[in-house]
């Protein structure tokens, strides 16, 4: 069984201001021209975005128009909670699981990510996550949280 992925940061900003800038303004911050569809391809996507819902999508438009999706939305929970079903550049059928949680401290919010559900990738688990716990390091510990701290000096 291939291990879970857990990623922490703590963050200056309250519960809902961190969630907010992780999901309504993923676009500001997430590393698209190396972490995405479009990257795989030598290029940049125009955005990434979340469509904000339970059951809402995730995704990347690229520069020919189409859209390519990275995830559905299982559960969103405002200033709280994000759960959701991650199938980056795979068939939903390989989707692994990525729940972030948002939590106050006494100095913002810690943000606890956790990446499960590699088993789904059959013989290339192993591969894909270390891919993504690298990855995440990248994303949530080091764009993310640049992004939180102009965020709250802005």
């Not at 922490?8 to 303004?25: G, R, S």
């Not at 943000?111 to 995440?136: E, I, P």
Request: charged share 20%.
């Amino acid at each position: 069984m291939t291990p879970d992925i857990r990623k922490t940061v703590d963050v200056p900003l309250t519960p809902a201001q961190a969630f907010d800038l992780f999901t309504a303004k993923l676009d500001t911050w997430w590393p698209s021209a190396t972490h995405s569809i479009s990257a795989a391809n030598n290029d940049t996507p125009l955005c990434v975005k979340i469509d904000p819902r339970k059951g809402g999508k995730i995704t990347e438009k690229l520069r020919d128009g189409t859209s390519a999706t990275w995830g559905t939305i299982t559960h969103w929970a405002p200033a709280s909670r994000l759960d959701i079903n991650w199938y980056v550049g795979r068939d939903v059928d390989a989707a692994t699981q990525v729940t972030v949680m948002f939590t106050p401290i006494d100095t913002g919010t810690r943000v606890d990510l956790t990446h499960t559900g590699f088993d789904a990738h059959g013989d290339t688990a192993m591969a894909s996550h270390d891919g993504y716990n690298a990855g995440w390091d990248h994303v949530l510990g080091h764009c993310f949280l640049a992004k939180c701290r102009i965020y709250i000096t802005a």
